[in-house]
């Protein structure tokens, strides 16, 4: 239990948060562990998709939570539980726990990054709530105890609040920053459907054990990757994507090889499923090229996203009187 060195301010507040939604430019998995998780050697790039939460002071006690209109996505299409299973509000939960006389707050959640889609957008919910709820409440919980809570909410909640490009280990949670001087520009595809990311690494050890291949525990990630990063290296980068995930994914969705075949037929550096997908991640040369590359696919009538990262990790927009 802490409490800010001024102590909580009982003024009514509300304080906005902005967290990105990330790619997986390397992502190596081991083998199941006896937990059901599995260790991982990934490097993240978070990108300038963002989602956004408020938490606002409420008069009611505990944690209630709206998606806001203001969202990209299609809210009637959504298929996010309101209620404590949200990542935000579980984690809005886990910062009352630890603040002393928490006030009510209600939580809306601006949606943009594709859900289930394999790019962190609840864990950007959640990271950027734990944040908000932080402001909010003054709990005056240090940076190192801020991602040790992250950590709880879901092995990429820590990288959502980081941001930038880092080194993910353990179970993707045990984060070293990673240098990168430049911007990587892409274009993302979201799926008209999501994966579940529990289904998409069984299928990975479905398919590995039907091989009787074993793997190791994943140790460090491929210097190249992080001297191609280094160097704002795209075209270096783009030899060196790659993703453990992705065979499973395109197992249980067999038609990403269609979007990830774009890569050579629309002129991308190259393409990789973001994390557990479906979203498909492809990689331009800049920024006129990815903007290029959006503007064709739309008028093919898919919908893309020309992004580019790395970007921060959350970061509070606005504090407000109320
Ligand atoms: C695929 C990635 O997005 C790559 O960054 C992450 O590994 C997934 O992170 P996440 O969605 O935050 O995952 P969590 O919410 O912690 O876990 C959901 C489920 O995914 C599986 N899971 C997740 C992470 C991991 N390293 N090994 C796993 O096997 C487990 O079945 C777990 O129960
Ligand atoms: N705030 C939230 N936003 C979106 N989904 C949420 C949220 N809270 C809980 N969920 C549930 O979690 C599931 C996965 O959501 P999410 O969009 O985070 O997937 P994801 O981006 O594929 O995750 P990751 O890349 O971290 O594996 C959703 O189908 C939904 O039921």
Redo the contacts with the bound molecule.
Sequence with gaps: MRTSPSGPDPRPRSVKVRAPG?V?VS?R?GP?RPD?????A?I?LAVSLFEEVTATTSPEPGVTVSLSPESTLDLDELDIPLDERNLAVRAARLMAEMTENPTGVHLTITKRVPVAG?M?G??ADAAAALLACDALWGSGLSKEELAHVAAEL????P?ALLGGAAV?LG??DQLSPALATTRFDWVLVPAPFGLS??A???ELDRLRDAEGLTVPEPTHVEPAVLAALRAGDAGGLSHLLVND?QRAAVGLAPQLRDTLGWADSHGALASIVS??GPTVALLAADAAAAADLAEELAHQGIEALAVHGPVPGARIVSDTLL
């Excluded at 059901?36 to 991982?40: A, I, L, P």
């Excluded at 879901?154 to 909640?157: M, N, P, Q, S, T």
Aim: net charge positive; glycine share 24%.
């Design positions: 990330k997986n992502l998995v199941r059901g998780y599995h260790s991982v990934s993240y394999g962190g609840g864990s879901g092995a990429d909640v990288f993910g179970v993707g990311t529990p998409v690494f069984s995930l994390g557990s």
